[in-house]
Every structure is written in structure tokens, then in C-alpha cells.
């Protein structure tokens, strides 16, 4: 099973994806809040997997923000698996998020057994 890594700034939403990628026999490897803190785990753990929320905060002039950190792990690791949860109405950022090299995404709220047949196509060898 993928060693996954959660990138959200809600804990509430990330102690929601990390319970349903424990039922599905998945290991979270880190749980992050922002873009600066998921680039530190990503080099540390990497993650097999990352899930992040398409609204990474943005709110200090020097703050990363979610096409930074999308731009900054694929230049960490070309071969990174990302997958973007967004909320119903950012299409336009869902379609700007897999032009960067998102490889899918989870409308939020998410429904688990639809998220993880997403997980599952990333997640699978080619």
C-alpha cells in the first residue's frame, strides 16, 4: 500500500483523509499545513503519494502557494504522484493544477470510495 502525505491546513480535513486511507490499509507518512513545512517531509519521508488541497495557504508575502509547491516537488522528484482535493467551483484551478503536473483530483467533500479509486490509478505502477 502508498506511504501518503497529507498537504491541508484544515485538521478536521486531513483527520478525515487520514482515516479513510487507514481503512484502506494506507500509512500517512506526515500531515502538513502549509507549502514551506510539505517540501521539508516531502525531502525526509518520500512519500509514495501526496494529497493536497489546491487552497494551500497563502498568506505571508513569502508563503508558498499550492502552484509553487506543485512546480517545487516535481523539480524535487520529476516522477512525484500528486493528487489536489478541491472544493465544487475551482475547475479553472483543477485544470491549472494538472497542466503543473497534478496526476488528479478529489472534489471536496470527498466521497472515500471515489477518492480511492483516484489513489488507486495514481498510485499504480504504469
Given amino acids: 500500500m502508498a506511504r501518503v502525505m497529507i498537504v491541508d491546513d484544515a485538521e ?6 487520514r482515516n479513510t486511507l487507514f481503512k484502506h490499509g494506507h500509512e500517512v507518512v506526515a500531515e502538513v499545513a502549509d507549502g514551506d513545512e510539505a517540501i521539508q517531509k516531502y525531502l525526509e519521508l518520500k512519500p509514495d503519494l501526496v494529497l ?13 502557494n499550492w ?12 516522477d512525484a504522484k500528486m493528487a489536489m482535493f ?12 494538472m497542466k503543473i503536473g497534478a496526476m ?16 488507486r490509478k495514481i498510485a499504480e505502477p504504469n
Fill in 67 to 78: 502552484k509553487k509547491l506543485l512546480d517545487m516537488i516535481l523539480a524535487i522528484d520529476q
Fill in 104 to 119: 488528479g483530483f478529489v472534489v471536496k467533500p470527498f466521497d472515500s470510495d471515489g477518492m480511492m479509486d483516484i489513489l
Fill in 86 to 97: 478541491s472544493s465544487l467551483g475551482q475547475q479553472v484551478l483543477i485544470t491549472e493544477s
Fill in 52 to 64: 493536497m488541497d489546491i487552497m494551500v495557504p497563502d498568506n505571508m508575502p513569502d508563503s508558498m
Fill in 12 to 17: 478536521f480535513m486531513r483527520m478525515a483523509i
